[in-house]
C-alpha cells in the first residue's frame, strides 16, 4: 500500500509547527538569504509507516552515525529560504530515512512536486546533534540554527566571548532569561561554518546546554518541538536586544541585583 507522506497522522501537525516557526526567523529578521536551518527527528511517529514510503538511493553520510539507523528526519533544504520554507514547507524539505546502520540516508521521493531539493549544508551537524540526542535518550527532537542580530552583534564584543561573562549579563536583564535558561548557553569561539570542529564544539556544549551560541555566526538551540527551540533563542535575544537598547540611549544596562537573582533562583528552584 502507498503512503502520501502528508497523510502519515500527526505530519500535517508537524509541518504546521515548522511553517510557524520558520515565518517567525524571518519576521524576526534572523534569516537573511538562506541563513539557518531546521531538523525534526520524526522517527517515534513515523517510523511503522517507513516500509510504504517510495525512496531514492541511499547516499553514503561521510561519519557513521548508529544511533539514527533506521531514524526519519526533516531537515531543510540547501539554500532555502526560511521565508520560502514558511510559504511552501513541503517542497523546501526534505525527508531523510538513515540506513546501513547509520552510515547513509536515502531521500524520500516527492514526485507530485517535481522539484529536487538537497539537504542544508550543515547536514553532518544536524545528524551528530541528532546521534547525540538519540544516544543519551535526550527529549530533544528539534534543532534549529538562525542568526540573531543582538546575540551575534555580543559575539562582537571581546569581553562577553566568554561563558560566565555573557550569562551573568544576559541573566541580569531580565528574569524570564534566568528561569527560562537557567543552565544558561554554551558559548562557541569562532569555528568555520559547516566544519566537523564546529560540530564538534557544538555537541560539547549540548551535553549541559539547549543554546549554544556561535561566536560572530548565530545561535543554535534544541527543543522537543520547534516552538521550544525557537522559545530559547528569542528569550536569550530579548536579553541582548534590551541591553543594546540601553546602550543606544547612553546608558549602562543596571541589570538585576545578584541579591534579586539569587533570590528568583530559590524562588524557581533553579539548581
Ligand atoms: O544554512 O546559516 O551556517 C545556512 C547557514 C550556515
Ligand atoms: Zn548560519
Not at 527529549?139 to 534549529?144: P, S
Not at 520547534?226 to 537598547?245: G, H, R, T, W
Request: with cysteine; net charge negative.
Amino acid at each position: 500500500m502507498k503512503t502520501y507522506f502528508n497523510n502519515i497522522a500527526g505530519i500535517p501537525e508537524i509541518i504546521e509547527e515548522i511553517k510557524k516557526v520558520t515565518g517567525f526567523l524571518w519576521e524576526k529578521g534572523w534569516a537573511e538569504r538562506n541563513a539557518g536551518n531546521l531538523s525534526y527527528n520524526i522517527t517515534d511517529i513515523a517510523q511503522e509507516y517507513i516500509e510504504f514510503l517510495d525512496f531514492e538511493t541511499p547516499v553514503k553520510s561521510g561519519k557513521p552515525f548508529p544511533n539514527l539507523d533506521n531514524n526519519l528526519l526533516l531537515v531543510t533544504g540547501t539554500g532555502t529560504r526560511m521565508r520560502d520554507v514558511f510559504k511552501n514547507p513541503y517542497n523546501n524539505i526534505c525527508i531523510l530515512h538513515i540506513v546501513e546502520n547509520g552510515t547513509a540516508y536515502r531521500q524520500f521521493q516527492k514526485p507530485e512536486s517535481g522539484i529536487k531539493i538537497l539537504p542544508t549544508s550543515e547536514l553532518s551537524s544536524h545528524l551528530a546533534i541528532h546521534e547525540m540526542l538519540v544516544a543519551n535518550n535526550r527529549e530533544e527532537k528539534v534543532i534549529i540554527h538562525t542568526h540573531p542580530n543582538n546575540l551575534i552583534a555580543l559575539t562582537h564584543i571581546r569581553e562577553f566571548c566568554d561563558e560566565d561573562r555573557i550569562n551573568n549579563m544576559l541573566w541580569s536583564i531580565q528574569p524570564e532569561t534566568r528561569v527560562f535558561i537557567h543552565e544558561g548557553i554554551g558559548f562557541v569561539h569562532y569555528l568555520q561554518t559547516g566544519s566537523d570542529d564546529l560540530a564538534d564544539a557544538t555537541i560539547g556544549k549540548l551535553k549541559k546546554h539547549r543554546v549554544a551560541l556561535w561566536e560572530k555566526h548565530g545561535c543554535l538551540a534544541i527543543g522537543k518541538n520547534p516552538a521550544e527551540a525557537f522559545d530559547l533563542i528569542d528569550i536569550a535575544e530579548k536579553s541582548a536586544d534590551i541591553f543594546f537598547i540601553c546602550k543606544s540611549a547612553g546608558y549602562k544596562a543596571e541589570g538585576i541585583s545578584k541579591k534579586n537573582l539569587d533570590e528568583l533562583q530559590q524562588a524557581f528552584n533553579i539548581e
